[in-house]
Structure formats: C-alpha cells, structure tokens
C-alpha cells in the first residue's frame, strides 16, 4: 500500500481535538455510534483524524483503512486503533488519492471531512471507485443551511475565504447531500438536524445517512 505526502498542520490539530471534544460531549459521540451503526466488511475512513470513531465500529467491521494526512492527529489516531474493539490499520493519505485498489472495500466513512477535502467532487469519485458495486457510503456532515439570513451569512464566511482560513480549510456553504448524489450514489437514508457544537457557536445543520454505489 503506497502513501502520499503528509500534509501537516499542527495548529489545526491541537483546535481540532479541543473542538471535537467539545462537540462530543454535546452530542456528537451520540451521531458517531448511530453513524456507524450495522457496518460490516471491510471499510475505508477518510480524514479519520485522531481516531473518535474507532470505538463505534460493530464488531461485524473485519478491517478498517483509516486515512489521515496530518501527522500529529494521525499519531493519535494509531494510538486509538490499538484500543478499537474491531482491526484497524491507519495509514498516510489524502481523500482525493486513496492508497486502495478498485472495488475492494465494503463500505467508506466520511465523518466531517467533505467539508475540507479541497475537491468534493474529486473525493467522492475516489470513495466510488474503491467501494464495491452496492457498498455503502456512510456520512456525517455539516452542510449549508437552507433559510435565509443564515445561509447567506455562511455563503459570505465560506467564499470571502474567512472561514476556511480560520478552520483549516473548512467550507461550511457545501451542499454535500447534494454532492454525494451528483458523484452517482443513492441516498437511501438521511437525517438533517441541527447541532451546536459548542455554546459560543450557532446551531448548524448536519446530514448523517447512508448512500450506497451503483451497480
């Protein structure tokens, strides 16, 4: 299994266990365990970070690839998988790159990562080509909101540059349901709602559901 280059961002990382802490304890551990809830196979994590998901994972899951570029976080996502109740092997990578061959996963995970990965499209179309024909993509995503004025306000943050610059690359304005259904996969379940992730930020709207890949 080839890697690609690290892409490292230490600041960003120390922000990202502090916020993901946060947000867990508000709830967001709760969407992780419903997330991956009934996975089974083999299955690709991209952007796994330091490795929050991995003690969700039912033990019907054989073997998980996690891909992580940013090395600070990818270290502790190593110490993580040694704690997972089910294999998990984490390896160096970019989502637009998976170091996989075509068709042999069972089903992917994408857990806040669409937001920053630099091409959705880019993306999607490498968790295609390593899902087997019917895998499944599982998601959980914060996604623009659709009523106004809170959606313009976000729209503004996203492409004045603002806010990705703040969060490391972080578009908060991606219709990624939108984005997984345009790539070629059939949304089968989806739930939209809101979440504060902390007290000091607005209420977002998240999507966490199941698409699964074509014939």
């Known amino acids: 299994m080839t890697t690609t280059a690290d892409i490292s961002r230490p600041r960003f990382a120390r922000m990202y266990r502090k916020a993901a802490a946060r947000a867990d304890r508000r709830g967001a551990s709760g969407h992780r365990a419903r997330l991956l809830e009934g996975l089974r196979g083999r299955v690709v994590e991209v952007g796994a970070g330091h490795g929050l998901n991995f003690a969700y994972y039912p033990t019907a899951v054989t ?15 190593e110490v ?10 984490v390896h160096s990578g970019t989502a637009d790159a998976l170091p996989l061959a075509d068709a042999e996963m069972d089903a992917a995970v994408a857990s806040l990562v669409l937001c920053s990965v630099p091409n959705q499209g880019r993306a999607l179309a490498e968790l295609t080509r390593v899902l087997r024909p019917g895998g499944e993509l599982r998601f959980y995503e914060h ?4 009523s106004q004025p809170k959606r313009a306000i976000i729209q503004l943050a996203d492409h004045s540059g603002l806010w990705p610059t703040i969060a490391g690359g972080c578009h908060p304005a991606r219709d990624t349901g939108a984005a997984i259904e345009a790539a070629g996969f059939t949304i089968e379940r989806c ?4 979440f504060r992730a902390s007290a000091v930020e607005p209420s977002v709207p998240h ?5 699964r890949r074509g014939p």
């Open 63 to 77: 073997e998980v690839i996690a891909i992580e570029p940013e090395p600070n976080l990818r270290g502790d996502a």
């Open 80 to 89: 993580a998988a040694a704690e997972a109740p089910v294999s998990v092997a």
């Open 143 to 146: 996604v623009v909101p659709r």
């Open 191 to 194: 739930e939209r709602f809101g």
């Open 207 to 211: 999507v966490l559901g199941i698409a």
